[in-house]
């Protein structure tokens, strides 16, 4: 079974090993070992490039490494580029995940992946929690990435107002999804919002007989 890419984080080689272990074939897997003195853009850049379905990391990352963040610092600056990226904090210390995260979702016991056989049922719960995020976070992306083909397809001046607007809520949606700059017409970069606006109400004027 392979429905997505993890990215695994962790400083500590025996942790990852156990994780490898845990994955083995239900995702593909891609680690990332913490070393000393990494900075966090560093490794955000690192994660954003290999264009993983999501990220799973280490909470205490300091532990066995000398670096100046952890789990819960890495995963605010990767949504910061990606607010959609499906992340998971690992800890064994749950209270002080729990009080540093902003959402107590992404905490995860690292006894469930790292336990024995008597946590095998907690250890499918959480490979199904993982390939139902992960099959969320792609339709979705893949949705408004359709979407917005369909639409940048039609020539600029060809697009109702009402298309002109949603290209460019989709041309922001997938900016939050950490795309490159996509495609969109010239002509919609000048336009302001509430050019846009009135060309719509304008439009919608005209339809029901309003104006001329």
């Known amino acids: 079974m392979s429905t997505g890419k993890i990215i695994y984080i962790d400083e500590d080689s025996d942790d990852i090993e156990l994780f490898q272990q845990f994955i083995d074939d239900k995702f593909e897997l891609t680690i990332i070992k913490i070393e000393n003195d990494n900075e966090i853009d560093a490794v955000v850049d690192e994660i954003l490039s290999i264009d993983g379905d999501a990220v799973i990391t280490d909470y205490l990352?300091?532990?066995?490494?000398?670096?100046?963040?952890?789990?819960?610092?890495?995963?605010?600056?990767?949504?910061?580029?990606?607010?959609?990226?499906?992340?998971?904090?690992?800890?064994?210390?749950?209270?002080?995940?729990?009080?540093?995260?902003h959402d107590?979702?992404?905490?995860?016991?690292?006894?469930?992946?790292?336990?024995?056989?008597?946590?095998?049922?907690?250890?499918?719960?959480?490979?199904?929690?993982?390939?139902?995020?992960?099959?969320?976070?792609?339709s979705n992306r893949d949705l408004a990435r359709q979407e917005f083909d369909t639409l940048s397809a039609i020539d600029a001046d060809q697009l109702t107002a009402v298309q002109k607007q949603r290209l460019i809520q989709l041309d922001n949606i997938l900016d939050s999804y950490g795309f490159a700059k996509a495609p969109l017409p010239d002509e919609l970069k000048e336009e302001k919002h509430l050019v846009l606006l009135a060309k719509l109400v304008n439009d919608i004027d005209v339809l029901i007989g309003l104006r001329k």
């Open 104 to 138: 107590a979702r992404l905490v995860q016991s690292k006894s469930i992946p790292f336990g024995g056989r008597d946590l095998d049922e907690h250890k499918n719960l959480f490979i199904m929690l993982i390939d139902k995020v992960i099959k969320n976070f792609k």
């Open 61 to 101: 990352l300091t532990e066995k490494a000398r670096v100046k963040f952890d789990g819960q610092a890495l995963i605010e600056a990767i949504q910061a580029r990606n607010m959609h990226l499906p992340c998971f904090l690992l800890t064994s210390h749950a209270p002080d995940a729990l009080n540093a995260t």
